[in-house]
């Protein structure tokens, strides 16, 4: 399960994998772009064969820039362009790392606990331990807990709980579902299969194939 049954939880985690794509794909651009402007500075050749100004910046930095592809002309060109390199993916991995390190853990946790929780919802015993999850929370979100239950308080639902009712089990795991954004669903008991009658004629075979035969006494 990556994504909550509720539409507002839905809605938010949905708004925030897209902000992290797009924070992705913003940085990877620039990174693109950086790097390849370092390589026009660090190749002075190319950039003195490129007579128009640069684009989308004035006529002092593009004389800036020039006299920058000028003093590098005296470096080794491998060297220069490993420390391009290296500058462009550490424009790319700070930024985007920093991001990841933050969301990440978050996202994949509850992931893990929405889809445990999932499964133990659908079973009775399952059922009694997201109730006593939810009685293990703080106290205030316990009487929260409490008081969206008509005539329940924090006692109750302890003594509910402890006693297996079901209507308080129910709430209880409700509630703890409700916290993942997930929908509960009780589990629906599983009906015994129909007695089909036995017909008569039926009956009355069997009952004269299993009764003892009599026995005559020949006649002395």
């Not at 402007?37 to 002075?44: E, I, K, S």
């Not at 592809?69 to 362009?81: F, I």
């Not at 509630?175 to 589990?187: C, H, I, K, M, S």
């Not at 039926?202 to 026995?215: I, K």
């Given at each position: 399960?990556?994504?909550?049954?509720?539409?507002?939880?839905?809605?938010?985690?949905l708004a925030?994998?897209?902000?992290?794509?797009?924070?992705?794909?913003?940085?990877?651009?620039?990174?693109?772009?950086?790097?390849r402007?370092?390589?026009?500075?660090?190749?002075?050749r190319?950039?003195q064969?490129?007579?128009?100004?640069?684009?989308?910046?004035?006529g002092?930095?593009?004389?800036?820039?020039?006299?920058?592809?000028?003093?590098?002309?005296?470096?080794?060109?491998?060297?220069?362009?490993?420390a391009v390199?290296?500058?462009?993916?550490?424009?790319?991995?700070?930024?985007?790392?920093?991001?990841?390190g933050?969301?990440?853990?978050?996202?994949?946790?509850?992931?893990?606990?929405?889809?445990?929780?999932?499964d133990?919802?659908a079973?009775?015993?399952?059922?009694?331990?997201?109730a006593?999850?939810?009685?293990?929370?703080?106290?205030?979100e316990?009487?929260?807990t409490?008081?969206?239950?008509?005539?329940?308080?924090?006692?109750?639902?302890?003594?509910?709980w402890r006693?297996?009712?079901?209507?308080?089990l129910?709430?209880?795991?409700a509630?703890?579902?409700?916290?993942?954004?997930?929908?509960?669903?009780?589990?629906q008991?599983?009906?015994?299969?129909?007695?089909?009658?036995?017909?008569?004629q039926?009956?009355?075979?069997?009952?004269?194939?299993?009764?003892?035969?009599?026995?005559t006494?020949p006649?002395?």
């Open positions: 399960m990556w994504y909550a049954q509720n539409p507002a939880r839905r809605t938010h985690q925030g994998d897209a902000g992290v794509l797009l924070w992705t794909a913003l940085w990877a651009t620039a990174a693109v772009v950086a790097y402007l370092a390589c026009l500075l660090a190749l002075p190319a950039l064969q490129h007579n128009a100004p640069l684009p989308l910046v004035g002092r930095v593009d004389t800036a820039l020039r006299r920058i592809a000028g003093a590098v002309d005296a470096m080794d060109p491998v060297t220069v362009r490993t390199a290296v500058g462009a993916v550490a424009l790319f991995v700070v930024p985007v790392g920093l991001v990841l933050a969301w990440l853990p978050r996202r994949l946790r509850w992931i893990r606990q929405a889809g445990a929780a999932r133990l919802a079973s009775d015993d399952g059922r009694e331990l997201l006593l999850r939810s009685l293990l929370r703080p106290l205030h316990v009487a929260v409490a008081s969206e239950i008509p005539d329940a308080t924090p006692g109750s639902l302890a003594w509910g006693h297996g009712d079901p209507d308080t129910d709430a209880l795991a509630a703890e579902l409700e916290r993942l954004g997930l929908d509960f669903v009780p589990p008991a599983v009906p015994a299969p129909p007695i089909r009658p036995v017909p008569a039926a009956t009355e075979t069997a009952e004269g194939a299993g009764a003892p035969e009599a026995v006494d006649v002395r």
